[in-house]
């Protein structure tokens, strides 16, 4: 885990979000006492709980941006979920322990990713010499009769004699050669590969089908043909799987979720108050209440084990345009302290989303179209007028934040998204001004509201 000062983690977050300062502030200072947290002691250590927080804001504004960037910027397990997705106990749809699941199948592949990383080397080196194996005998070997195995007979292999092992020897030289100059990549082999044991999941805990027969039966292969360059993928995954310790993934993969897991609550708003009728609406203050013990921090059996939810970091979020926080149950809102309300986009705030995040919209279809031989570049006066249509579709029809930039992009250069491509394309440049945004954008052109006004 990188350890970020809270100015540092808003610097970072300023890359690719714009504005919401307050927003970035609470988040870098709540990522920053998980640190703290950690260097107390451990009797204290306990007693020290996460202040989770409540976003409000209309959509498109940074709220879910801010929490899977942050996640991201610390490598910890993030999970978003929408609170609508979810029903009462009693009722036919996801229960709210499916969230934490998530969460630690994601920790899970983010430590098991890591582990990975550090056999590499040695997992490719094996897996070449297994590459070297299948090119030199192109016929697959014979898989033991499981009869056989139940019954201890095996059948004993002729050994080499020592003129036939020097020829072997030098032919994987060869072989071995060729394969590291990138002379095979391109050449068939059958490679026998492992197929993965069918689970049963019972109650969140995954029961391997093979485990319950005492793993008596050997491992079923199957045989593939490939390309070299994607046999040796595969086996480098394959050696790679073998070398890692899976209880070692295992224990830290739930450590992980526990310690630094971080849940996204999305459309919280939607979920308040009574419901009136059946439906879609079903109790809608029964899920607050199974949300509840979620967040106040309870244990959860998943396939890893089980899971605490008291140290997890939760971030609520909802535009609560009809829905008031107070709305929600007062033991669920106990639990999210701290309150950071996130500000509608102005037209400058659409221009500097334009221009200056690592990830702006310009810089995207800059690369995509490029693909194509199309070089576009945008000027000053383009951005501004890109951003005046955003601004106005929102205030004249459904306010999306930021989302409406993308359909304005895709208004903009529907033309030449669909023209260009093809061998016979030829290189062209292309300056997006002011004038070809109005010709081609309805609402490009700012809009006198004061003719509205009565």
Known sequence: MKELTPREVVKELDRYIIGQDEAKKYVAIALRNRYRRSRVPQDMREEIYPK????????????????????????????????????EVGYVGRDVE??????????????KAEHKSKVQTRAEVMAEDRLVTV??????????????????????????????????????????????NGELEDN??????????????????????????????PKRTKIRRM????????LIEEEADKLIDEDAVREEAVKRAEEHGIVFIDEIDKICGKSVGGGADVSREGVQRDILPIVEGSTVNTK??????DFMLFIAAGAFHIAKVSDLIPELQGRFPVHVTLNPLSRED??????????????????????????????????????????????????????RLHAVFEELLEDISFNAGGDNMPEVELKITKAYVENHVKQAKQTDLKRYIL
């Not at 929490?67 to 979810?86: G, S």
């Not at 068939?188 to 005492?214: A, H, K």
């Open 135 to 180: 090119i030199q005998n192109p016929e697959p070997k014979k898989v033991p009769n499981p009869i056989d195995i139940l019954m201890g007979r095996q059948v004993k292999q002729q050994e080499p004699t020592a003129e036939e092992q020097l020829k072997i020897s030098g032919r994987r030289s060869e072989i071995m050669n060729s394969l590291k």
């Open 350 to 403: 659409f221009v500097r989303i334009l221009s200056q995040p690592d990830n702006a919209l310009t810089r995207q279809y800059t690369a995509l179209l490029a693909v194509d031989r199309v070089k576009l570049s945008f000027e000053e006066e383009a951005l501004e007028a890109l951003a005046q249509a955003a601004y106005n579709a929102n205030v004249e029809g459904e306010d999306i934040g930021a989302r």
């Open 52 to 87: 989770n927080i409540l976003m409000m804001g209309p959509t498109g504004v940074g709220k879910t941006e801010i929490a899977r960037r942050l996640a991201k910027l610390v490598n910890a397990p993030f999970v978003k979920v929408e609170a609508t997705k979810f029903t």
């Open 188 to 217: 068939y082999v059958s490679v026998e590969v492992e197929e993965n044991t069918p689970q049963l999941e019972l109650g969140g805990t995954s029961i391997n089908i093979g485990d319950m027969m005492g793993n008596m039966m």
């Open 304 to 309: 890893y084990g089980p899971v605490r939810t």
């Open 227 to 234: 390309k070299v360059k994607e046999a040796r993928k595969l």
């Open 98 to 111: 499916s969230i934490i699941r998530d969460l630690t199948e994601n920790s899970y592949r983010l430590v």
